[in-house]
């Protein structure tokens, strides 16, 4: 039977989300005037494509192992060689929400080395920890889903990163279905609470992030797909 998540675990209540983001957001804006003044590290590319190996590989074991831990029984020897190191929901559910105060290694890495942070990558990493904590350590009813197909988009658009570009064209199509599905989730279970007299507004905080996130997806994609046009009318 799963639970919620201790609150006395590290970044699992609100002040112990809120204090290391605003940190995080900080560092990063000292880093980004760093590197105005001065210039990019050069080991920020080698720390970059190690660093997309690495999570790829995390993303992957998370998506196999969410989606394992769903399709199999808990008691066969399958599930349990899969989910050794976390073998219980509830590990399972910190585990991944740990995981998105990792990506904040995102931003300084691309900082790192040069780059700029836009919108969307911005605003992504610095309210996902919110999206996992109401929606995955408190609130958790249907949290496998989204989390599954965010953690295969993640395994491809790293491995991308990484060098596998043959994953590029998949990374539209993964990245809008798990915004799509994640909000119809929080739709559906609205209306069932709703039904009910049940508590709604942790679904309709998820489900006003995650269409956040799409409209900034789409924008995204917007920019890119206007940019090959001006470069190809371009002689």
Not at 3 to 19: E, H, K, N, Q, R
Not at 81 to 91: D, G, Q, R
Not at 132 to 158: Q, S
Request: aromatic residues 14%; proline residues 4%; hydrophobic residues 50%.
């Amino acid at each position: 039977m799963a639970s919620s998540v201790s609150s006395s675990d590290p970044l699992t209540a609100v002040p112990g989300i809120l204090y290391p983001t605003a940190a995080f957001a900080t560092v990063a804006v000292l880093l980004h005037r760093h590197i105005q003044s001065y210039a990019a590290f050069p080991i920020a590319p080698v720390l970059i494509k190690f660093n997309s190996r690495f999570y790829a590989a995390i993303s992957l074991w998370f998506f196999i192992t969410i989606l394992v831990s769903r399709m199999t029984s808990s008691q066969s020897v399958g599930i349990r060689y899969v989910n050794w190191l976390l073998p219980t929901e509830t590990s399972r559910r910190y585990a991944y929400h740990l995981s998105k105060f990792y990506e904040y290694l995102d931003i300084f890495l691309v900082l790192a080395n040069g780059g700029q942070v836009g919108l969307h990558f911005a605003f992504h990493h610095l309210t996902t920890p919110i999206l996992t904590y109401v929606r995955v350590l408190r609130h958790y009813e249907g949290w496998e889903i989204f989390a599954a197909l965010n953690a295969l988009h993640h395994a491809l658009m790293y491995a991308y990163f990484a060098g596998v570009s043959a994953f590029r064209p998949l990374l539209r199509w993964t990245g809008m279905l798990q915004l799509v599905i994640g909000i119809l989730v929080e739709i559906r279970i609205i209306c069932a609470r709703l039904a009910v007299g049940g508590i709604v507004w942790p679904n309709i905080v998820a489900g006003v992030l995650l269409v956040c996130y799409m409209v900034l997806f789409i924008r995204d994609m917007m920019i890119e797909d206007g940019g090959k046009k001006k470069k190809a009318k371009d002689p």
